[in-house]
């Protein structure tokens, strides 16, 4: 049987303890095609902006066949491609990057992977359309609004970068209410009926271990279930937080082997091997925390 090698990688910064490149080397053992998935670090623009455009260039020019894109570029990249996927119009964001025909072409998968996951662990939320808040105002919170909103969820947002959750609320008409802090959220009593939490920052990653976007002396609201964008370490402190207080609580990490197993058949035309593809990033969780992918 001939195989066929894909030379994957992924870009963003920093990205020295990713999860990505064990589990896409275990999609690709458990389809039998010859390959690798390295690591690109590019630093934020204006810094990395040569960098990034060479490394868009070697996708290109077929060097590479496909590229993940994470923190801090998933909207970097867009005014580099030649064709956005629907999602990638509505959400304004790309993590999946590939080229067909010399086109540079974007897609999202972050935000099927989310839902599949969000569903998967807390099913009594599913067909039962809420009212979520969402912290953080970034490409991953775009993910997170516009797939919540396609399931007919209302959305609060509390952001910590000003005019980032107003730049939302006008994108998305599923948010309803936009504030830069939980305090500010709180006064005006946007937390009430809230069913769940989704962190989307990195509050809480790797070095950081104990930091969270949640207060200590807030309490969550009543019967809400939280889900943190953050997977590495196992347990964040949000995550922990909810847990003590009796809120059913859940990482990322599913989130990122499904949006991970996404992005793999879109370049590979193979179904990925979920199983094996979280079996290696559970082995890789027993390591150090580090940083997501």
């Known amino acids: ?13 920093p990205l020295e303890q990713s999860l990505s490149p064990v ?38 020019r077929g060097e590479l066949d496909g590229l993940n894109v994470t923190l801090p570029h998933k909207q970097n990249v867009l005014s580099y491609l030649d064709e956005l996927s629907p999602a990638v119009q509505h959400i304004g964001a790309a993590n999946t990057l590939l080229c067909r025909e010399g086109r ?37 919170a775009r993910a997170v609004v516009a797939a919540l909103g396609e399931a007919g969820w209302r959305v609060t947002l509390s952001g910590s970068r000003s005019g980032r959750e107003q730049e939302l609320q006008r994108i998305f008409p599923q948010v309803t209410a936009a504030f830069t802090s939980l305090e500010a959220a709180l006064q005006a009593g946007a937390m009430a009926g809230v069913d769940l939490v989704v962190n989307t920052t990195p509050l809480g990653m790797f070095p950081a271990l104990e930091t969270t976007p949640w207060p200590e002396d807030l309490d969550f609201p009543d019967q809400a279930a939280v889900y943190d964008l953050v997977y590495k370490p196992r347990e964040t402190r949000l995550v922990r937080q909810a847990r003590q207080r009796g809120r059913p609580a859940a990482n990322g990490l599913g989130m990122l082997v499904e949006q991970a197993a996404l992005a793999f058949e879109l370049w590979s035309g193979k179904t990925a091997d979920r199983t094996q593809m979280r079996q290696a990033a559970d082995a890789a969780q027993a390591q150090p925390a580090g940083d997501p992918g």
Not at 114 to 136: E, I, M, S, T, Y
Request: glycine share 12%; aromatic share 6%; charged share 15%.
């Open 1 to 13: 049987m001939t195989l066929q090698a894909l030379r994957l990688g992924l870009i963003g910064y």
């Open 23 to 60: 589990m896409h080397r275990a999609a690709l053992r458990a389809c039998q095609l010859a390959g690798d998935y390295t690591l690109l670090p590019i630093p934020p623009l204006p810094q990395g902006q040569d960098e990034l455009a060479a490394c868009l260039g070697r996708l290109r």
């Open 104 to 140: 540079l072409l974007g897609e999202n998968t972050d935000a099927p992977g989310f839902l599949a996951d969000l569903w998967a662990c807390f099913p009594f939320l599913k067909n039962r359309p809420g009212h979520v808040l969402v912290l953080g105002a970034g490409g991953s």
